[in-house]
């Protein structure tokens, strides 16, 4: 049998869909990165060596996401593509007629326009964090309310609270304001949702003009409360779809994307890659003033790859010459190797 | 006198010639890194535009080389360019330095102040067939800077290794340094052309063409827009830039030159833009609708983030998009852009072209023969 990997690696989780010839989706995971693509690269080969079917072949793999070319060296990817083309063309094939697409990640959100199985525009929020999931999770934490019962606590407020949504500064204190004149947790809730549905529209919608159905995803769509503000904004006139899938959509993309792009020979490193050992470093280049940060990237002691340079000078020998003489030079830091919980500062 | 001037892409090759032949001493700013941005958004106001906090990091970069004199153009008008000149040298003044501003204003606004400032820029003296030889020489160097930057756009996905174009591009414009007369010019030019042609092509002929229309700074300065021609170019994307400082020169100096491509911009933009809006608005519009005439696939607008005409540009832009069925990508630049956020954008900008360009392909075949056979 014939089957398509697709890899998105995104800041906040990293999402793995494996896939037949017809586009169904086989297994599929999502995964919290923490602060480390490679080991959720691992975690995520390894859920899906356990749950790939009896003769199974993977002939194609597509990467997405923030960090889709650490990926695309690591697991060996055909293609490697931007977040916004996987979204759209996984929306386009759950749902052919979609002609908006809203996409609300935990570090950026997204607008796509689709008219006639086509993309026809695009808006991309990456300098604000007051229209994406982080957004959510954050206040989540301060209301002391798990992310996970966010939605459902929504639901159940009989009204809203009108919380400022321009700044996530200004809303946690206007938030903290609302609490204190006494509001419910749940009102509250439901405000918060209401104000990142208008900071979304506000900020990517502008002068574009949203048409139905619209298909909702990203991590944040499993939210009902969300999805329940969204409908109210359209006053119920607009129709919009949740697709079961909506975590994933993004790997899912990839995945297509790799089938369509067809490779005659997969570049796919095998499931052996998580028995590999991945190594990525960093030095500052100071040859002038432009200070590029350069990142190697190492399987054992070979340079697979290395990014950051603007002049484009760095070769793999040159890159490790420098690295080693950094050693040399800068003494490592020493960490404490035990700490006691509790009194400790970092993890207490 | 130690004269320095503010980086335009190759601006400092042309004005290396020409101050030197006019007899004044002159302290190039150092290229622009991260550190003449750093410098320039620590000193210059929050809000002003970017290209002002720049050419600011270009002035106290130089001054500490050893430079005594500034040379900057002004202006009058809607656009804050006029009064980058004005502000930058309270700034610089604030701080201690003991330098000279020279600021060549449009003579339009005052003919005694133009004519002083150009008197110390000629090198205090006037004579006038020096004057003309250095300036032939020069716009010419600078011209040729100009048509050497667009080959690298257009051949970037024609050629086999865009390393090599690089290569022959870069050693051409070092060369154009030491250039001493209009002969030497002419036959560095013809070396680099054979040069240029005898890169080993990939035979490519189904590109995307995509223009480059907005400000004319960010849309120039390759340093400063995270090099979006280059980003396109390693795309496969055949780029054009409508922005060129010889133009904006032609154009500033009317009715004496008159520029070509500008007057027609103008005229394409006259049905949504009648008046002048500041900078360069009119022209972001008009080029906009000659790409869109000459069939190209898609239009970049750059622009510094807050600008003023260029914001304008963009509301009458989304009208050109519509009635042309155009599409055009928005990118606002600033000390503030991330790179990571603009790529993944451009990249989807390129994705949208080719998906649209083989829907239309697929329709037609759908659909029969083509309507006007």
Same mark, same amino acid.
């Given at each position: 049998?014939?089957?398509f990997?697709?890899?998105?690696?995104?800041?906040?989780?990293?999402k793995?869909v494996?896939?037949?010839?017809t586009?169904r989706i086989? @297994?599929?995971?999502?995964?919290?990165?923490?602060?480390?693509p490679i080991?959720?690269?691992?975690?995520?080969?390894?859920?899906i060596?356990r749950?790939?079917?009896e003769?199974g072949?993977?002939c194609?793999v597509g990467t997405?996401?923030?960090?889709?070319?650490l990926a695309?060296?690591?697991?060996?990817a055909?293609?490697v593509?931007?977040?916004?083309?996987?979204h759209?063309?996984?929306a386009?094939?759950?749902?052919?007629?979609?002609r908006?697409?809203f996409?609300?990640?935990g570090?950026?959100?997204k607008?796509?326009i689709i008219?006639n199985g086509?993309?026809?525009?695009?808006?991309?929020?990456?300098?604000?964090?007051?229209?994406t999931g982080s957004?959510?999770e954050?206040? @989540?934490?301060?209301l002391?309310?798990?992310?996970?019962?966010?939605g459902?606590?929504?639901?159940?407020?009989r009204q809203s609270v009108?919380?400022?949504?321009?700044c996530?500064?200004?809303?946690?204190?206007?938030?903290i304001h609302k609490?204190?004149?006494?509001?419910?947790?749940?009102?509250?809730?439901?405000g918060l949702?209401?104000a990142?549905?208008r900071?979304f529209?506000?900020?990517?919608?502008?002068?574009r003009e949203i048409?139905d159905?619209?298909?909702?995803q990203?991590?944040?769509?499993?939210?009902?409360?969300?999805v329940? @503000?969204f409908?109210d904004?359209?006053g119920?006139?607009k129709r919009?779809i949740v697709p079961?899938?909506?975590g994933?959509?993004?790997?899912w993309?990839?995945?297509?994307?790799?089938m369509e792009?067809a490779?005659?020979k997969?570049?796919?490193?095998g499931?052996?890659v998580?028995e590999?050992?991945?190594?990525?470093?960093s030095?500052?280049?100071t040859d002038c003033p432009? @200070?590029?940060?350069i990142?190697?990237?190492?399987?054992?002691?070979?340079?697979?790859a290395?990014w950051g340079s603007?002049?484009?000078k760095?070769?793999?020998?040159t890159a490790?010459?420098?690295?080693?003489?950094?050693?040399?030079?800068?003494?490592?830091?020493?960490?404490?190797t035990?700490c006691?919980?509790?009194r400790c500062?970092m993890?207490g | 006198?130690r004269?320095t001037?503010?980086?335009l892409?190759?601006?400092?090759?042309a004005?290396?010639?020409?101050?030197?032949?006019?007899g004044?001493?002159?302290v190039?700013?150092?290229?622009i890194?991260?550190k003449?941005?750093?410098?320039?958004?620590?000193l210059?106001?929050?809000?002003?535009?970017?290209p002002l906090?720049?050419?600011?990091?270009?002035?106290?970069?130089?001054?500490?080389?050893?430079?005594?004199?500034i040379?900057m153009v002004g202006g009058?008008?809607p656009?804050?360019?006029?009064?980058?000149?004005?502000m930058?040298?309270?700034?610089?003044e604030?701080l201690?330095?003991?330098?000279?501003?020279v600021?060549l204003?449009h003579p339009r606004y005052?003919?005694?102040p133009?004519l002083d400032a150009l008197?110390?820029?000629?090198g205090?003296?006037?004579?006038?067939?020096?004057?003309i030889?250095a300036v032939?020489?020069?716009?010419?160097v600078l011209?040729f800077?100009e048509?050497?930057?667009?080959?690298r756009?257009?051949?970037r996905c024609?050629?086999?290794?865009?390393?090599?174009?690089?290569q022959v591009?870069?050693q051409?414009?070092?060369a154009?340094?030491?250039?001493?007369?209009?002969?030497?010019?002419?036959?560095l030019?013809?070396r680099?052309?054979e040069?240029?042609?005898s890169?080993p092509r990939?035979g490519?002929?189904?590109?995307?063409r995509?223009g480059?229309v907005?400000?004319?700074?960010?849309?120039q300065?390759t340093?400063?827009?995270?090099?979006?021609?280059r980003l396109?170019g390693d795309?496969?994307v055949y780029?054009?830039?409508?922005?060129?400082?010889?133009?904006?020169i032609l154009?500033t100096?009317r009715p004496?030159?008159?520029?070509?491509?500008?007057?027609?911009?103008?005229?394409l933009?006259k049905?949504y833009?009648?008046?002048f809006?500041?900078?360069?608005?009119?022209?972001s519009?008009g080029s906009a609708?000659?790409?869109a005439?000459?069939?190209f696939?898609?239009?970049v607008?750059?622009?510094p983030?807050?600008?003023?005409?260029?914001?304008?540009?963009?509301g009458v832009?989304?009208?050109v998009s519509r009635d042309?069925d155009?599409p055009i990508?928005?990118?606002?630049i600033d000390?503030?852009?991330?790179e990571?956020?603009?790529?993944t954008?451009?990249e989807a900008?390129?994705?949208?072209?080719?998906r649209?360009?083989?829907?239309?392909?697929?329709?037609?075949?759908?659909d029969?023969a083509f309507?006007?056979?």
């Amino acid at each position: 049998m014939e089957l398509f990997l697709g890899v998105d690696v995104g800041s906040v989780t990293t999402k793995f869909v494996l896939m037949d010839k017809t586009k169904r989706i086989v @297994a599929s995971c999502y995964l919290r990165t923490s602060g480390d693509p490679i080991a959720a690269l691992k975690e995520g080969l390894r859920y899906i060596e356990r749950h790939m079917p009896e003769g199974g072949v993977i002939c194609g793999v597509g990467t997405t996401g923030s960090a889709r070319h650490l990926a695309g060296v690591i697991v060996g990817a055909d293609i490697v593509k931007n977040e916004i083309t996987a979204h759209a063309v996984a929306a386009i094939t759950k749902v052919p007629d979609v002609r908006t697409v809203f996409e609300i990640g935990g570090q950026d959100s997204k607008l796509i326009i689709i008219r006639n199985g086509v993309v026809e525009d695009f808006a991309m929020n990456t300098v604000c964090a007051a229209g994406t999931g982080s957004f959510l999770e954050h206040q @989540a934490v301060r209301l002391n309310v798990p992310i996970e019962e966010f939605g459902k606590l929504a639901l159940q407020a009989r009204q809203s609270v009108r919380i400022a949504g321009r700044c996530t500064v200004f809303a946690e204190s206007d938030m903290i304001h609302k609490q204190q004149l006494g509001f419910g947790k749940a009102e509250i809730v439901k405000g918060l949702c209401e104000a990142l549905v208008r900071n979304f529209i506000n900020n990517l919608a502008a002068s574009r003009e949203i048409e139905d159905p619209i298909v909702f995803q990203g991590g944040v769509a499993a939210n009902q409360g969300m999805v329940q @503000a969204f409908r109210d904004f359209f006053g119920g006139k607009k129709r919009i779809i949740v697709p079961e899938e909506h975590g994933v959509m993004g790997a899912w993309g990839a995945a297509i994307l790799a089938m369509e792009y067809a490779p005659e020979k997969t570049a796919f490193q095998g499931f052996s890659v998580v028995e590999r050992n991945f190594t990525s470093r960093s030095f500052t280049c100071t040859d002038c003033p432009n @200070a590029c940060e350069i990142v190697v990237l190492k399987e054992d002691n070979q340079v697979r790859a290395l990014w950051g340079s603007r002049c484009g000078k760095w070769t793999p020998e040159t890159a490790t010459n420098r690295l080693e003489e950094e050693e040399d030079t800068v003494p490592s830091l020493v960490f404490p190797t035990e700490c006691v919980p509790g009194r400790c500062a970092m993890h207490g | 006198m130690r004269a320095t001037f503010p980086h335009l892409l190759h601006l400092d090759i042309a004005l290396g010639i020409l101050y030197p032949t006019l007899g004044i001493e002159i302290v190039p700013p150092p290229p622009i890194t991260q550190k003449t941005i750093e410098i320039g958004v620590k000193l210059a106001p929050q809000n002003a535009c970017f290209p002002l906090k720049v050419t600011l990091g270009n002035f106290i970069e130089a001054i500490e080389k050893g430079a005594d004199t500034i040379f900057m153009v002004g202006g009058v008008g809607p656009c804050r360019f006029g009064y980058y000149g004005q502000m930058q040298r309270l700034i610089i003044e604030d701080l201690g330095y003991k330098v000279r501003f020279v600021l060549l204003d449009h003579p339009r606004y005052g003919i005694r102040p133009f004519l002083d400032a150009l008197r110390t820029m000629a090198g205090g003296r006037i004579s006038l067939p020096r004057i003309i030889k250095a300036v032939r020489l020069s716009w010419g160097v600078l011209r040729f800077t100009e048509e050497l930057e667009a080959q690298r756009r257009a051949l970037r996905c024609q050629v086999e290794n865009p390393q090599n174009l690089d290569q022959v591009i870069d050693q051409t414009l070092e060369a154009l340094r030491s250039v001493a007369s209009l002969e030497e010019l002419e036959a560095l030019k013809k070396r680099a052309a054979e040069e240029i042609a005898s890169l080993p092509r990939n035979g490519r002929k189904d590109f995307l063409r995509v223009g480059i229309v907005g400000e004319v700074y960010i849309a120039q300065e390759t340093r400063v827009n995270f090099n979006v021609e280059r980003l396109l170019g390693d795309l496969g994307v055949y780029v054009h830039n409508s922005v060129s400082t010889v133009e904006y020169i032609l154009h500033t100096l009317r009715p004496i030159t008159r520029s070509k491509e500008k007057i027609e911009a103008w005229k394409l933009a006259k049905p949504y833009l009648k008046r002048f809006v500041g900078g360069e608005g009119i022209d972001s519009v008009g080029s906009a609708i000659r790409y869109a005439r000459e069939g190209f696939d898609g239009v970049v607008h750059l622009y510094p983030f807050t600008c003023m005409p260029e914001i304008v540009a963009k509301g009458v832009l989304q009208a050109v998009s519509r009635d042309f069925d155009l599409p055009i990508l928005h990118l606002a630049i600033d000390e503030h852009s991330g790179e990571a956020g603009l790529v993944t954008r451009v990249e989807a900008f390129v994705d949208v072209l080719e998906r649209r360009r083989w829907e239309r392909k697929r329709r037609l075949e759908h659909d029969g023969a083509f309507p006007w056979r």
